[in-house]
């Protein structure tokens, strides 16, 4: 079975700084997606960005981008410029082809909080 | 389209009541799935549907029934509702149970059970 683990249930951040949450995960699978979803206070899950196992090319979008090493089963999301709006918690998620279809296993995630 | 959409927003139930968490899509997906969310454990699947007529089980589906007789409806049964099943509850749907790589989730229902 595959898992997910956040290891910063808590994180802060100046506004207009960068911050970078961590993710590991185990899996033996080769063939996968990870995601990073953000859920602010509205509770709305909100897909950031996603990473195919096979890209060796980090994902970015915009001011978020991830660092990918697959070898160490590592994927952890980098928000640069925050801005107040970032406020919310960030879940990353798995999803195995081989196994798992469509079923995603989530970390216990990182509540981010950027201060004015 | 209005996507995922989840009914009620807001729940309480006493031990032992039953209830039906609704949820529909608009977007022909085929796969659906429910999701618990407790804090400090990120969201866990309860059960998902690869299409009409086909449930399966998730990571914990005990107390809960599903069924899927239309591509658009998934409803989540609580058959006696437990103070353990106290939660925010997400349905969530992709276009294909297999290679989907997106899912669109709904906005959730907080259900507390006293």
């Known amino acids: 079975a595959q898992t997910v683990t956040q290891s910063q249930p808590e994180m802060s951040v100046q506004e207009a700084e960068t911050v970078t949450l961590s993710c590991t995960y185990d899996t033996s699978e080769n063939n996968y997606y990870l995601f990073w979803y953000k859920q602010p206070p509205s509770r709305q899950m909100i897909l950031v960005i996603r990473q195919e196992a096979y890209k060796q090319q980090n994902a970015t979008e915009n001011r978020f981008s991830v660092n990918f090493q697959k070898a160490a089963k590592s994927f952890s999301l980098k928000i640069s410029d925050s801005q107040l709006g970032d406020t919310a918690m960030y879940f990353c998620a798995f999803l195995g082809l081989e196994t798992s279809g469509s079923r995603l296993t989530f970390g216990e995630g990182t509540q981010l909080t950027v201060n004015p | ?114």
């Not at chain 2, 086909?54 to 239309?70: A, H, K, L, M, W």
């Not at chain 2, 998934?74 to 353990?84: D, E, G, I, T, Y």
């Open chain 2, 1 to 114: 389209n209005a996507g995922v959409t989840q009914t009620p927003k807001f729940q309480v139930l006493k031990t032992g009541q039953s209830m039906t968490l609704q949820c529909a899509q608009d977007m022909n997906h085929e796969y659906m799935s429910w999701y618990r969310q407790d804090p400090g454990m990120g969201l866990r699947l309860i059960h998902y549907s690869v299409g009409a007529g086909i449930t399966d089980q998730g990571e914990v589906p005990n107390g809960y029934n599903v069924s899927r007789s239309t591509t658009e409806d998934f409803p989540l049964r609580l058959l006696s509702a437990a103070p353990s099943q106290t939660s925010v509850y997400f349905c969530a749907s992709s276009p294909q149970y297999y290679n989907s790589y997106e899912q669109y989730f709904g906005p959730g229902t907080r259900l507390t059970v006293t």
